[in-house]
């Protein structure tokens, strides 16, 4: 069954520095979407992105955040300089975006666990 | 901002008993989803429910979707341990130009043998 493979699984980054979060989405998927969840807290909505270009974006994700398909197979996102608040689980999902089934399914990747000290 | 609220945020079962977890919100979704999310790995889809009054049955799991789409209900029978796990509601917005889902906050299910 097709997946969404995200790496790292796990980074440690020191506060300030940059991080890339990489995600190879489901190939014949049109929609890619980052989500994160702190520890403990609900799954947040980060960023929509289709056809090269953010489609949505929440107020989380500010100008520290920003997302990249450099070619036809990856979907990255980057944080510039890296908080402590920053520290937590980072999903990435795709979807074909047609409402066929009568919805649009997301299907998530396992995650990259990101720890800012 | 569509809020999704789930209860209970903990729920802890003898093998065998029923158990049932919500999902309300004041605001109508063109879709619910319900997800399966285990520690240390992503969410994965258990089922989706895009008519109101809509009921989707997966082997032990009943899903429900309310007749206005506001809310929705996860009912498990003859709860099994491997039933333990964190069950995540998440709706699509009727607006929503970037095709995002809003999360419920979770419920911890435990299904002790």
């Known amino acids: 069954e097709p997946e969404v493979t995200q790496t790292p699984s796990h980074q440690v980054t020191q506060m300030g520095q940059e991080v890339i979060l990489r995600c190879v989405p489901i190939s014949n998927h049109l929609y890619f979407y980052w989500y994160r969840q702190i520890l403990g807290q609900k799954v947040e909505f980060l960023v929509s992105f289709y056809n090269n270009e953010i489609s949505e974006k929440s107020e989380i994700f500010d100008d520290q955040f920003s997302v990249e398909r450099p070619d036809g197979s990856n979907f990255t996102l980057k944080i510039r300089s890296t908080k402590l608040e920053d520290s937590a689980m980072y999903f990435c999902a795709s979807s074909r975006g047609d409402l066929s089934s009568g919805a649009n399914v997301l299907t998530f990747g396992a995650g990259s666990r990101l720890t800012v000290l | ?113």
Do not use: M
């Open chain 2, 1 to 113: 901002t569509q809020l999704l609220e789930q209860s209970p945020q903990f729920l802890s079962i003898q093998e065998g008993e029923n158990l049932t977890v919500y999902c309300n919100s004041s605001s109508v979704f063109s879709s619910l989803q319900w997800y399966r999310q285990e520690p240390g790995e992503g969410p994965v889809l258990l089922v989706t429910v895009v008519t109101g009054g809509e009921v989707k049955k997966l082997k032990r799991l009943t899903f429900q979707f309310g007749d206005a789409r506001k809310d929705s209900s996860l009912h498990i029978t003859a709860a099994q341990p491997g039933d333990t796990g964190l069950y995540l509601c998440a709706g699509a917005p009727l607006l929503a130009a970037g095709n995002k889902l809003t999360f419920g906050g979770g419920t911890r299910v435990l299904v002790k043998p």
